[in-house]
Structures are given as C-alpha cells and as structure tokens.
C-alpha cells in the first residue's frame, strides 16, 4: 500500500508519538531505536518515521541492500525476533547488512510487519547498540505498537490508536474480515480492496472500523461504481440459509 497519498494530515505525526510513547520496555531493555517504513507490494519505499540517526541508518541499508529483519519480515509476513548481530546466523543470511550494522555499533535489529490480515502496511524496526536477549513482554509490547500503526495508516480520521489488546484485536478483525468480503464483491485483491475501505471512510467521515462493521453487517456492498449503503441494522439469515431477496 503507498503511503505517500495518505488522506489524513498530520499521520505521520501520530506514528510518531505513538513509538515514542508505547515502546517503554523497549527502550529500557536497550532497543532505543524506532523505525517505521513504507511497502509498496511487499518492498520497502522509504521511512514514514525515525527517531534517530541510527533508526534511520539501519532501515536505509535495510532497503538499499535488500537485507536485514524488516526484508525477512515481508518475505514471511510476521515478526522476526530471533537476531542479534554478532550472531553467526545473521552474518550467514545477512552479510552485507551485518558488517554494515557491526561497523555502526549496532548490536540488535528486529523488526515486525504493521500489518490487517495478509496486507502489509510497512515494518516497525526497532534496534540498540548492544545484544538485547528480548522477553515476552517487550514482544508483546512491540506488536501492539505495529498494530496500532497499522490503525493509524488506515484511518483517516483523527482518532488516536487504542493500545489496549482488546481495542486493537477488534480493529484488526472487523477490518480484516471487510476487507475479504470486499476483495470477492469487486473481485480485486485484498490490498486493493483494503484502499477500496479506506477511500470509502475518507469520503464518508466513517471510521475505519465502522465502514468495516457496515460491510461485515452486511449495510453496505461495494460495487464498480462505489459503495452502497442501507442504514439500520439488516436483519441477516441464518447460516445456510438465504432470504426472499437472495
């Protein structure tokens, strides 16, 4: 998806504060570097935030040399939390980015998808100086953050992300499951599909979420020449089973 034509001013400014608020545990664990880049089918395109110099370092090699957690990330689409630098694995898989990174005085990267479903928004890279072993509790934390990444990238509205477990697992399944039933309407690609929402939540003034609920509820069906929206709950067949109308 390319963020460069996002419709919401100032998003940019929302990932921002939102890695630099919810990695508390990353950073006390020595990862003080944050990342978040751009994929246009299944690439990196470039950083929407860095906080610092090194952020911006590691995911610049990253994309340059096609090397690194962030590249692994995509290629298997989930969250790669098993490398330190001076590890011998890293230097066999990653060469060219590991020397790159040892002669910067980087110690560990690890980096995971922002992600809805199988569409794969950008990568949230998060590194440090030094070999950080990581516990359950910073990955868990650095997943919440990529998913409420992933809520700010796709909302146009100004509502800042819920970090809360439950808030974020909601937001990502009703998106996710939109996202299907919109890819067969149209019959398009999910990521496709996923702008086909998005667009629909700018030009309406709807959340994300709830243009989602409207298509899984079944209030609205998107069609060649848009979307079509009946208000009010419907009243929805048993599983099986079809109405009057079909």
């Keep these: 998806m390319d963020g460069t034509s996002h419709p919401r ?3 940019q400014d929302a990932v921002a504060r939102l890695c630099s608020t919810g990695l508390p545990r990353s950073a006390a664990s020595g990862l003080t570097s944050v990342a978040v880049s751009r994929v246009v089918e299944l690439r990196l395109e470039g950083l929407i935030f860095a906080s610092d110099q090194r952020a911006r370092r590691v ?3 990253q994309e340059t040399l096609g090397e690194g957690p962030a590249v692994l990330a995509l290629r298997v689409g989930g969250p790669i939390f098993r490398y330190d630098i001076a590890a011998l694995p890293g230097l066999e898989e990653w060469p060219s980015f590991a020397r790159e990174m040892a002669a910067r005085d980087v110690g560990s990267v690890y980096a995971a998808p922002v992600q809805v479903g199988a569409v794969i928004l950008g ?6 100086p030094e070999v950080v072993g ?3 509790a910073v990955v868990r934390e650095v997943l919440t953050v990529a998913n409420g990444i992933a809520q700010i990238l796709l909302d146009p509205l100004p509502d800042a992300p819920s970090l809360s477990s439950g808030a974020g697992d909601a937001f990502h399944l009703v998106v996710h499951q939109a996202t299907g039933m919109v890819s067969v309407q149209l019959g398009i690609t999910l990521e496709a599909a996923l702008l086909a929402l998005r667009a629909a939540s700018f030009s309406s003034a709807l959340s994300m979420s709830e243009i989602s609920r409207q298509v899984v509820r079944r209030e609205r069906r998107f069609t060649d020449g848009g979307s079509d929206w009946t208000p009010g709950p419907q009243t929805l067949p048993p599983t099986g089973q079809r109405d ?3």
């Design 123 to 128: 990568v949230l890279t998060v590194s440090g």
């Design 244 to 246: 009057d109308n079909g």
């Design 9 to 11: 001013a100032g998003y």
């Design 59 to 61: 995911d610049e090699l």
């Design 134 to 136: 990581l516990n359950a």
